[in-house]
T-cell receptor
Framework: DTGVSQNPRHKITKRGQNVTFRCDPI?????LYWYRQTLGQGPEFLTY????????KSRLLSDRFSAERPKGSFSTLEIQRTEQGDSAMYLC?????????????FGSGTRLTVV | DQQVKQNSPSLSVQEGRISILNCDYT??????FLWYKKYPAEGPTFLIS?????DKNEDGRFTVFLNKSAKHLSLHIVPSQPGDSAVYFC???????????FGTGTSLTVIP
């Protein structure tokens, strides 16, 4: 197992286009998290899955954002009608049954640039 | 509303000396704290943690201190090495919570 994998690593898109990112967690981890990090800030929580169920969403996750985790394996994060303010690093993380207690394993992120 | 604050954006230390990174928080419900280390173009990696029932946790060169009354924690790195140069994030969570609240990070440079 090579850890948490995120694809693509970089994405440049025009304003108004839709984009989709993929995250493959560590295989034995049942919990998956999405965070967003903008320049000069720490990561900010977006959403959390336990297996296939999306159990928590941040108010940062506007209606243009949707996340799925079919079959409790990989996850996708889609942003519709992208805006320049969506430019950020999108980080995926996973953890086992201990959840936050043992910390997460983060992927390397997908850097989104909206032009 | 920044519940976790790292007021020093950057820190430079000579190799072999002690690095002290500070973090303050406002939410008294936080009960678990972690430090993450981040290199450029990589995701954050877990470094060390501390529960609110303790005031110190040590792992090799890294020690985290927690002062609950002051709502303050610090990370000590002794001795500092050039490979420690990275951005360090403090993070906190509440009991039963599913998310971490991160600070804005401190960029540590260890000068050989």
């Amino acid at each position: 197992d090579t850890g948490v994998s995120q694809n693509p690593r970089h994405k440049i898109t025009k304003r108004g286009q839709n984009v989709t990112f993929r995250c493959d967690p560590i295989s034995e981890h049942n919990r998956l998290y999405w965070y967003r990090q903008t320049l000069g800030q720490g990561p900010e929580f977006l959403t959390y899955f336990q297996n296939e169920a999306q159990l928590e969403k941040s108010r940062l996750l506007s209606d243009r954002f949707s996340a799925e985790r079919p079959k409790g394996s990989f996850s996708t994060l889609e942003i519709q009608r992208t805006e320049q303010g969506d430019s950020a690093m999108y980080l995926c993380a996973s953890s086992g049954r201990g959840g936050t207690y043992y910390g997460y394993t983060f992927g390397s992120g997908t850097r989104l640039t909206v032009v | 509303d920044q519940q976790v604050k790292q007021n020093s954006p950057s820190l430079s230390v000579q190799e072999g000396r002690i690095s002290i990174l500070n973090c303050d928080y406002t939410n008294s419900m936080f009960d678990y704290f972690l430090w993450y280390k981040k290199y450029p173009a990589e995701g954050p990696t877990f470094l060390i943690s501390i529960s609110s029932i303790k005031d110190k946790n040590e792992d090799g060169r890294f020690t985290v201190f927690l002062n609950k009354s002051a709502k303050h924690l610090s990370l000590h790195i002794v001795p500092s090495q050039p490979g420690d140069s990275a951005v360090y994030f403090c993070a906190a969570s509440v009991v039963g919570g599913n998310q971490f609240y991160f600070g804005t990070g401190t960029s540590l440079t260890v000068i050989p």
